[in-house]
C-alpha cells in the first residue's frame, strides 16, 4: 500500500530499454486506488466493492518493486537484499509506527475500557506486520456486527505485502545464483522470475477458491496472505514482462491493443467496484485474479505510453492524491472509526464530508512531517535503523498506552449463583438468553463476555442469576446470521448438559428464556433450508421450547418466556433476505412472539410469558423507527443501561405479574 519512490510530479518521463522513470499515469491509478477504498468505507452503498482498490495497490507494488530490483541486476548484476530492506524500512516504517502510537491513544481515551486488550493485540500485530493473521485468529462477526471496531484493522492489507516481501529478496538471490551460473543477464533472470510468479499467482488463487465456503465468513480466504499474494505475483509477472518485450510492446499494433485493454479494464474494474460486493462467489472463484490481471493490463498500457490510457490516469487530482496515498490510506480509517454518529453531531452527507476533510488533513501532514523527510533523508542507512529502534519504542509504547484495566465491580458474577441472604418472598429467577438478553439481566454488552452483572430489579423482589450469553439461539440446527451460516454448538444449545446442574444450584423460582434474534432465521436441517415461518420451522421452534420446558419443569421451577420487543430498522443492512434489522424482516420478532405467547398459554400450569413489546414500543411506536446511534438502542437491537434501567419497574411488574405476585 507504500509509494513507491519516484521523480517529483512534473519529472519528465524517459525509457531506456526496458526501464522507465517516472510514470504520471501510475500516480493516478495509485490515486484512484486508494479513492476506492476511502469510498468503500465511508460510503459503503456508493461503491460496495470499492476494496478492490487493494487489489491494484498490490499489483502496482510487485509491478514496481520487481521493475526497480530488475534495473538494479541490469545496471550492477546483482541485487542488494540489504539496500531491498532498507528502502522498505525507511519508506513505510516511520508513518506506520505514528499512526499506530497514535491510533492506540485515541482508542484508549475514546474507546471502552474493554477494548484496550484487543487494541493492544492489534497494534503490536500492526506493529509486526502480521495485523492479518491476528484478525484470522481473533475473528469474531458477531463483534464485527455489535462490537467497537478497531482503528487499525486496515493494516491487514500492509501485512500481506510485507510477508511478501520477506521472502521475495531470498526468492530473487536465488534465481540470481542460478542464472550467475548460466549467463548472468537480466533477461534470464526476468524469464525465471516470471515462470515462478505465475505459478505463484494460479497456486494462490487456486487457494482461495478451494478454501472459500459460501455458507462461512470469508474473511480467512480475504485476509490470508497466502490468498492473497496471488495480487502481487501479477505485478512481478507483469514487470518481467515488460522487462523482456517493452520494445515489443511499444510498436504501434501492440501499443493499440493494450489501448483497447486497458481501456476495458478500467471499464470492468468501474462496474466491479459499483455492481459486486464482499460476499459475491465469483470473486473468489478467480474473481480476484481476474481484477488483478485487469489492473496489470492498465499498467502496462500506461507504462507504454498509450496516450489514452495516459491521459485517463494523469488527472493531477488523482496524480496528487497518488503521491500521498499511503499516508492516505493509513489515516482513513482511524477517521472513519473515531469519527462517527456516536461520538459527533454529523451523519450522512456531512459525515462524510467531515471524514474526508480529517482524513485529509492528516495525510497531508504525515506525507510532509513524517513520511517525506525521512524518504528524503541523505544517510537511508541511519534512517532504516532508526525506523526500526522506532519501531521497538512503540512497542514499548502501545503495550503501556493500552495496558488492560480492571472490570468495574459489580453486584453479581455469573459464575457463582448469586447469595441466598434474600427476604424470602423474593422471585428466584435463573436467566438465560442471547446478547439482548444478557443486557435486559443487567449486563453490559463488551467484548470479551464480561463475567459481572448488576440486576436492574429490586433485590428484594427479584434475584437475578444472569446466564445469557451472547449469539444464543433456542434451536441448534445451523442458521445464517449476518450472511454467515453458523453451526450452533455450545453451552447455549446444549441445555440438557448445562441447566440441570445451575438449576440445581440455584433453585429458582423460574428458569427465563430472553432471546428471539437469532431464531429469525431459516434452519438448516440435514443439508436442506427450512423457510422461517413454515409449518415445518414453526414445528421445529416449538419442539425445543417444548424440550427445554420439560427440562426447567422437572425441578418445579417455571418456565417463563421473556417476549423481546421488535428491533429498530437498520436500512444499512445488507439484503441478503434474511437479516432481521431490514424495515421489511422485522415483523420475524413478532411472529415468534406469538408462537411464545401461545406456547405458553397451552402450558399455562407451569409456562408464563412476559411480552416486553408494550413496555419497549408502546402502540407499536417503533414501527418504521430507524437506529439512532445516540438513542436507547445504538445499534438497533441493544438497550443502553440507562434504558434499561428505566423500563426495569415496568419490567419487574410484568414478571411479578405473570408469576402471579
Known amino acids: 500500500m507504500e509509494t513507491i519512490e519516484q521523480p517529483e510530479l512534473n519529472a519528465v518521463t524517459t525509457t531506456v530499454g526496458s526501464r522507465f522513470g517516472h510514470v504520471r499515469a501510475l500516480d493516478g491509478l495509485r490515486g484512484l ?22 487489489d491494484i495497490f498490490f499489483v502496482l507494488s510487485g509491478f514496481l518493486i520487481t521493475s526497480l530490483a530488475l534495473g538494479e541486476h541490469q545496471t550492477s548484476s546483482k541485487v542488494s537484499s540489504s539496500r531491498f530492506y532498507m528502502r522498505r524500512a525507511r519508506r513505510l516504517l516511520p508513518a506506520a509506527i505514528v499512526t499506530v502510537v497514535v491510533a492506540i491513544a485515541l482508542a484508549t481515551v475514546i474507546q471502552p475500557d474493554s477494548t484496550r486488550a484487543a487494541n493492544r493485540g492489534m497494534g503490536i500485530a500492526s506493529l509486526l506486520y502480521a495485523a492479518n493473521w491476528w484478525m484470522i485468529d481473533q475473528q469474531n462477526s458477531y463483534q464485527a456486527a455489535f462490537g467497537t471496531e478497531s482503528p487499525l484493522s486496515h493494516f491487514w492489507s500492509l501485512a500481506v505485502e510485507e510477508q511478501f516481501y520477506v521472502f521475495f529478496p531470498m526468492l530473487l538471490l536465488g534465481i540470481v545464483y542460478i542464472v550467475a551460473r548460466r549467463s548472468g543477464r537480466t533477461e534470464a533472470l526476468a524469464k525465471w522470475l516470471l515462470s515462478l510468479s505465475i505459478v505463484g499467482a494460479l497456486a494462490s ?51 493499440f491493443v493494450l489501448t483497447i485493454v486497458g481501456l476495458v479494464s478500467a471499464v470492468f474494474l468501474g462496474l466491479v467496484a459499483v455492481f459486486s460486493n464482499f460476499r459475491a462467489p465469483w470473486l473468489y472463484h478467480y474473481g480476484f485474479l481476474t481484477i488483478a490481471i485487469a489492473g496489470l493490463a492498465i499498467i502496462l498500457a500506461a507504462v507504454a505510453e498509450s496516450s489514452v490510457v ?22 482513513h480509517w482511524p477517521v472513519r472509526v473515531f469519527v462517527n454518529q456516536t461520538n459527533t453531531p454529523f451523519d450522512g452527507l456531512s459525515l462524510f464530508c467531515v471524514r474526508i476533510a480529517l482524513t485529509a488533513v492528516a495525510a497531508t501532514l504525515s506525507y510532509y512531517v513524517i513520511e517525506k523527510p525521512f524518504r528524503r533523508a541523505k544517510n537511508p542507512r541511519r534512517v532504516a535503523l532508526f525506523s526500526v529502534l522506532g519501531m521497538v519504542v512503540a512497542l514499548g509504547a502501545v503495550w503501556t498506552i493500552s495496558r488492560p484495566v480492571p472490570a468495574p465491580a459489580t453486584e453479581f458474577s455469573t459464575k457463582e449463583a448469586p447469595s441466598s441472604e434474600v427476604p424470602a418472598q423474593a422471585l428466584r ?114 419442539e425445543n421450547l417444548e424440550s427445554s420446558r420439560q427440562l426447567v419443569t422437572a425441578s418445579g421451577a417455571k418456565f417463563m418466556l421473556i417476549g423481546q420487543s421488535d428491533p429498530l430498522a437498520d436500512p444499512s443492512q445488507k439484503d441478503d433476505g434474511q437479516e432481521t434489522l431490514l424495515p421489511a424482516n422485522i415483523w420475524r420478532f413478532g411472529f415468534v412472539r406469538d408462537l411464545q405467547r401461545k406456547f405458553a398459554e397451552s402450558h399455562s400450569s407451569d409456562t408464563v410469558f412476559v411480552d416486553l413489546q408494550p413496555i419497549v414500543c408502546p402502540n407499536d411506536s417503533c414501527k418504521g423507527v430507524v437506529i439512532d446511534p445516540k438513542g436507547t438502542r445504538p445499534d438497533g437491537v441493544h438497550f443502553t443501561k440507562e434504558a434499561v434501567l428505566a423500563m426495569a419497574p415496568q419490567m419487574q411488574s410484568a414478571i411479578e405479574k405473570a408469576m402471579g405476585r
Open 310 to 331: 495516459t491521459k485517463t490516469f494523469e488527472i493531477r487530482a488523482l496524480c496528487v492524491l497518488g503521491l500521498v496515498s499511503y499516508s492516505v490510506y493509513l489515516w
Open 205 to 255: 488463487a487456486t487457494l482461495m477458491s478451494l478454501m472459500y465456503n459460501a455458507d462461512a465468513d470469508p474473511s480467512r480466504v480475504y485476509l490470508g496472505t497466502d490468498t492473497r499474494v496471488h495480487a502481487i505475483f501479477v505485478g512481478v509477472a507483469g514487470a518481467c514482462m515488460w522487462s523482456l518485450w517493452s520494445s515489443a510492446l511499444r510498436e504501434r499494433r501492440s501499443l
Open 429 to 542: 429467577i435463573l436467566w438465560f438468553g442471547d446478547s439482548v438478553g444478557w443486557v435486559l439481566g443487567g449486563g453490559i454488552l463488551d467484548f470479551p463476555h464480561p463475567i459481572g452483572y448488576d440486576s436492574p430489579f429490586d433485590g428484594a423482589q427479584i434475584l437475578l442469576w444472569n446466564k445469557a450469553d451472547y449469539s444464543c439461539p433456542l434451536v441448534r440446527y445451523p442458521q445464517r446470521s449476518f450472511a454467515v451460516v453458523k453451526q450452533n454448538t455450545g453451552p447455549c444449545v446444549e441445555r440438557e448438559a448445562n441447566w440441570p446442574s445451575l438449576i440445581a444450584e440455584f433453585k429458582p423460582d423460574a428458569v427465563a428464556w430472553a432471546s428471539i434474534l437469532f431464531d429469525t432465521y431459516d434452519y438448516k436441517v440435514d443439508g436442506r433450508w427450512v423457510a422461517f415461518g413454515t409449518p415445518e420451522w414453526v414445528s421445529i421452534y416449538n
Open 33 to 54: 486506488a486508494v479513492a476506492l477504498v476511502v469510498v468503500y468505507h465511508f460510503a459503503p452503498d456508493v461503491l460496495p466493492a470499492g476494496f478492490i482498490g487493494v
